[in-house]
C-alpha cells in the first residue's frame, strides 16, 4: 500500500515538475516567433538617437557639424525598411557570400542580407537578413567614423563615394572634407566570405594641428536577438586580454548600462545562435571598447582608438574588420588562423569543444558521402555504437561475473552482517580474487553521457544542419513537425501552449518512448516493485520532455536505441547464463514479495 501511494505520489510530482518546467522556460526564456535575425517580435522596438554614441554615453552631433549643408535630415520615429532601402545615397554591396547596401549618410553598412541562407523552409522565404537601417523594426548596422578634438562627427553627414559596388574585386572609398581641411576617408573592401575591412584615414591639409580618433560601432536592436540560453550564448561577446568574454545577456547589459571588459580587445560584437556581427581590432591601440545600452533594446559594441595628434601636412590610417554573416565553424576558424584571437569561441562550444568539433566534422563528411544529415546522423550513430561495442562486451563480461560470485558475496555478507567495515573488505577482496570490477556496468552508460551532450550542442550550435531536412521531417534542428498540434491546426484549431507538452509529442519522441520501453523490458533485472514501476514509467515521461527537442537529437536516440536492443540481443545470445540467472533472480525476487504481501495481509 505505501508503496503504492508512493509511486502514485511519484508520478504527480514528476507531471507537476514537467509542467513547471515547460512553462517556466517558456516564461523566463520566450521563443522568437522568427526564424531570421530581422522579423520581429509584436511589439515594436524602441527607437534610439541618430547620432553615434560617445563613450561618456552621449548622443553626439556637436552644433558646427549640424550647420553643415552636406547633413542628410535626421529621421523622426519608425523607417520603413523599403523607405529606408530605396534612398539614393547608397553604394551596392555584391559579394559571393553577401548583398546588401552601403549608407552614405553617415558612412554606415546598414544593409546585409545573406545569399546562402534562407529565412524559412518555405520556397519563397527571403533570404536571411543580418544588417538593417537606424529606426527600423530590426535595426542592425555598423558605423565607421572619426573624433575630431573631442567631438564625434555626426552621423548624418553625407560621404561621397568613388565607386558604385563594392565586390571582392572593386573596392570603394567614401570620403569627405571638413572646415579645417581634414580630408577623411573610409576604404571598404570585402572578401569571398562574410569580412568586410574598413581602412579608416586622416589626412591634414590644413595648417594646424587635430587631435583624431578613429572610431567603429555596432548598434542592434535586441528585440529579433536570439534568447541567451544556458547552452548557447547570445548577446555581446568578444575577446579581451586572450580571454573569451560572454557573462552578459542584452536584460542584464541593460541593467549594467555599460560594460569595459579588462584586456585589450581583439574583437567584439553581438550573436546569435546562428549569426554574428563582429568588429576586429586592427594594430592600433583602442582607447575603448566595450558595450553600451541606450535603453531597455538597443545596444553598442564600441571599439574607438587612441587619440593621435596630426599635424599639418600627416596622414593616420588605422584598420578595422567588420564580419556580419553565418557562424559557419570553418569560415570562423579560418579567420582565427588569419590573425583574429579566438574568433572560432564565436560559437558557443564550452567545455567540450576537442570533442563536439570531431562529432561536427564526422557529420559533415558523411553529409557530403550521402547528401542528407539524416542519413549522416543515423550514420554517426552506427559508428559511435560501434566504437562502443566493445565496451559494451565487457560490460556484459563483468554483469556474467558479478552473477557468479553472487553466491560468495551471500556467504560473506551473512558471516559478517554485524561488521560492515569487514564485511566491505572481505567483498573488495573477493571482487579481487575473481578480478571483477562492479562498475564495469556502469562504463557504456558513463561514456554516453558526454557523447549525447555534445550531439546535442553541435545540433544546437552547428548552422550546417539548419533547414535540412529528412523523410517528414523540413529542419532537423527543429522540434518534429509530425505531431498531434500541427494535425489539428491544419482544421483550423490552434492548441493552446500550455497543452503543448501533450499534442507536441511527434512521431520520433512517441518512437524514443517505445524503444527505451523495450531496451528496459530487454534486459530483465532483479529489482524491487516500486522500481520496476519506475522503470516502466520513464520511457514515457522522457517521451514528454524530449518532445520539443531538436529532431536531430531525437533521431540519433531512437536510432542508437534500435542499436541497443539489436546489441543486447545478440550478447545475451552469447551469455545465455546470464539471461537466465537474471530472469532466475527476477522470479525469485517476485516470489519473496508475493510471500511478503502475504504476509501483511494475513496481519
Known amino acids: 500500500m505505501d508503496n503504492q501511494r508512493n509511486l502514485l505520489l511519484a508520478v504527480v510530482l514528476s507531471g507537476l515538475l514537467f509542467l513547471g518546467w515547460d512553462f517556466g522556460m517558456r516564461y523566463f526564456y520566450p521563443q ?6 530581422t522579423e520581429v517580435a509584436a511589439s515594436e522596438a524602441a527607437s534610439g538617437g541618430s547620432g553615434a554614441a560617445s563613450t ?4 553626439v552631433a556637436g552644433a558646427e557639424a549640424d550647420a553643415l549643408s552636406d547633413a542628410a535630415p535626421v529621421p523622426q520615429g519608425p523607417v520603413d525598411m523599403d523607405t529606408a532601402l530605396a534612398d539614393p ?20 553598412i546598414d544593409d546585409i542580407v545573406l545569399k546562402d541562407y534562407d529565412e524559412t523552409v518555405g520556397k519563397d522565404s527571403d533570404p536571411v537578413r543580418i544588417f538593417a537601417p537606424e529606426r527600423t ?32 574585386d572593386t573596392p570603394v572609398t567614401l570620403s569627405r572634407e571638413d572646415a579645417n581641411g581634414i580630408t577623411y576617408r573610409v576604404r571598404f573592401s570585402i572578401d569571398d566570405q562574410f569580412m568586410i575591412t574598413a581602412e579608416q584615414s586622416a589626412q591634414n591639409t590644413g595648417e594646424t594641428a587635430a587631435i583624431i580618433q578613429p572610431f567603429a560601432f555596432i548598434k542592434r536592436t535586441s ?6 540560453q544556458f547552452i548557447a550564448h547570445a548577446g555581446p561577446i568578444g575577446v579581451f586580454g586572450g580571454t573569451l568574454r560572454d557573462p552578459h545577456a542584452y536584460h542584464e547589459l541593460a541593467e549594467l548600462g555599460r560594460w569595459t571588459p579588462d584586456g585589450e580587445a581583439s574583437w567584439l560584437g553581438f550573436a546569435d545562435d546562428y549569426w554574428l556581427s563582429a568588429l576586429a581590432r586592427g594594430d592600433g591601440q583602442t582607447d575603448i571598447a566595450g558595450f553600451q545600452s541606450e535603453n531597455n533594446d538597443l545596444f553598442r559594441a564600441i571599439l574607438r582608438y587612441e587619440p593621435q595628434t596630426l599635424a599639418a601636412g600627416a596622414t593616420l590610417t588605422e584598420t578595422t574588420q567588420l564580419f556580419a554573416g553565418a557562424k559557419e565553424s570553418a569560415v570562423l576558424d579560418q579567420y582565427e588562423d588569419g590573425g583574429i584571437t579566438y574568433f572560432g569561441k564565436a560559437i558557443s562550444w564550452g567545455w567540450f569543444e576537442w570533442f563536439e568539433k570531431p562529432l561536427l566534422l564526422l557529420l559533415l563528411f558523411f553529409n557530403n558521402l550521402v547528401g542528407n544529415f539524416g542519413v549522416a546522423i543515423i550514420l554517426l550513430t552506427v559508428v559511435i555504437r560501434g566504437l562502443l561495442f566493445p565496451i559494451a562486451q565487457k560490460q556484459f563480461s563483468s554483469m556474467a561475473a558479478m552473477k557468479a560470485v553472487q553466491p560468495k558475496m551471500k556467504a560473506i555478507q551473512e558471516r559478517y552482517k554485524d561488521d560492515k567495515q569487514q564485511q566491505q573488505q572481505e567483498i573488495m577482496k573477493l571482487y579481487k580474487e575473481e578480478k571483477v570490477n562492479p562498475l564495469a556496468g556502469c562504463l557504456p552508460l558513463v ?7 555534445a550531439l546535442y550542442k553541435v545540433l544546437i550550435l552547428s548552422i550546417d544542419m ?6 517528414w521531417i523540413t529542419d532537423l534542428v527543429a522540434p518534429d513537425p509530425a505531431n ?44 524491487d516493485p516500486m522500481q520496476q514501476q519506475i522503470f516502466n514509467l520513464m520511457p514515457w515521461i522522457l517521451m514528454f520532455v524530449m518532445a520539443g527537442f531538436a529532431s536531430g537529437l531525437l533521431l540519433y536516440w531512437v536510432t542508437s536505441n534500435i542499436l541497443t536492443l539489436a546489441q543486447q540481443s545478440y550478447l545475451y545470445s552469447k551469455n545465455p547464463q546470464l539471461r537466465a540467472a537474471a530472469e532466475k533472480e527476477k522470479a525469485d525476487k517476485a516470489r519473496e514479495q508475493e510471500r511478503e504481501n502475504q504476509a501483511k495481509g494475513e496481519a
Do not use: C
Request: proline fraction near 7%; charge should be negative; aromatic fraction near 8%.
Open 32 to 37: 522568437p516567433e522568427v526564424t531570421a535575425p
Open 56 to 59: 561618456s554615453g552621449t548622443s
Open 89 to 108: 545615397n547608397r553604394v551596392t554591396i555584391d559579394a559571393p557570400r553577401v548583398a546588401g547596401s552601403i549608407n552614405l549618410v553617415g558612412a554606415r
Open 137 to 168: 523594426d530590426g535595426q542592425h548596422f555598423a558605423e565607421f567614423g572619426f573624433r575630431v578634438g573631442g567631438e564625434v562627427m555626426a552621423s548624418n553627414l553625407i560621404w561621397q563615394a568613388d565607386g558604385d559596388s563594392l565586390t571582392p
Open 223 to 228: 528585440v529579433t536577438a536570439t534568447p541567451d
Open 447 to 453: 561514456i554516453q553521457i558526454p557523447i549525447f551532450f
Open 466 to 471: 539548419r533547414h535540412e531536412p529528412f523523410l
Open 484 to 527: 498531434l498540434a500541427n494535425l489539428i491546426g491544419l482544421i483550423g484549431i490552434n492548441v493552446p501552449e500550455f497543452l503543448m507538452i501533450i499534442f507536441g509529442i511527434g512521431v520520433l519522441a512517441v518512437l524514443l518512448g517505445i524503444t527505451m520501453w523495450l531496451t528496459f523490458k530487454l534486459n530483465p533485472s532483479a529489482m
